[in-house]
């Protein structure tokens, strides 16, 4: 009965109100949940480990994975190629893991339109006033003026997109948003359809129940 399939738990938002805080903080909490490691084309930020963070690599090696076929999905965002490689989602969701994903609505999007989407979990971060979001990004200190007023401009275009998820957080107070995650993700394992096992058991109790009666 402990028989489940795993989920995949998409995080967006626009660049700076936490996605990164409170994916690490979800996965802290509950190491089995495996990270989906994005192929990216953007240079890394000071501190950034490749493989751990991003996969960096070349426009021709991205564009080759996917034509192969290699990508849940893709995007371009600020300039650069964003993707998540199928293959580690997959060995994931066969393992009973669930995947989490740090990616745009555009992501988003295309991972509920696949094959997995019953299996999908989408939840949108907003910030609680746009001047907070400016300030956050600021205060995160990894990117120069320039970077911070074009991910401000494009800031608007994610949150538009905000009611296509299933749950949308503002993200205020840290601790109250990571408790509400984690409220959100436990009772989203307990969906029929992430309970394989249940067929089984219910097939299990209707013998029982002629036995008994
Ligand atoms: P994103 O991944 O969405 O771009 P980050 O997780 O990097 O955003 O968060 C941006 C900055 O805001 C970081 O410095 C982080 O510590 C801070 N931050 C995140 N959530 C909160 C919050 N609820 N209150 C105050 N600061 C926050
Ligand atoms: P950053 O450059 O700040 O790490 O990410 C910029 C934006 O790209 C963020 O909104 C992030 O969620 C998104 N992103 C990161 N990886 C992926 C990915 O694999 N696919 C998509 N669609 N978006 C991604």
Do not use: C
């Not at 949940?33 to 950034?48: L, W, Y």
């Not at 979990?121 to 006033?129: E, K, Q, T, V, Y």
């Not at 995650?181 to 089984?200: E, H, M, N």
């Amino acid at each position: 009965m402990t028989e489940r399939r795993g989920l995949l738990i998409i995080l967006s938002s626009p660049s700076g109100a936490g996605k990164s805080t409170l994916a690490r903080r979800l996965r802290e909490w509950d190491p089995s949940i495996a990270f989906s490691v994005s192929a990216t084309t953007r240079t890394p930020r000071k501190g950034e480990v490749n493989g751990k963070d991003y996969h960096f690599t070349t426009t021709n090696d991205f564009k080759a994975q996917v034509i192969e076929g290699r990508m849940l999905e893709h995007a371009h965002v600020f300039g650069n190629f964003y993707g998540s490689p199928i293959g580690p989602v997959q060995d994931a969701i066969n393992a009973g893991r669930d995947v989490l994903f740090d990616i745009d609505w555009q992501g988003a999007q295309q991972i509920r339109n696949s094959a997995l989407g019953a299996h999908t979990l989408s939840i949108f971060l907003l910030p609680p006033s746009i001047e907070e979001l400016h300030r956050r990004l600021v205060g995160r200190g990894q990117d120069d003026t320039a970077t911070i007023e074009r991910r401000m401009q494009k800031s608007w275009d994610e949150i538009s997109h905000w009611d296509g998820y299933d749950f949308v957080l503002v993200n205020d107070d840290l601790d109250a948003t990571e408790n509400k995650l984690k409220s959100i993700v436990d009772a989203t394992r307990l969906r029929r359809s992430q309970q394989p096992g249940l067929t089984d058991h219910v097939r299990a109790l209707q013998a029982q129940f002629e036995d008994f009666s």
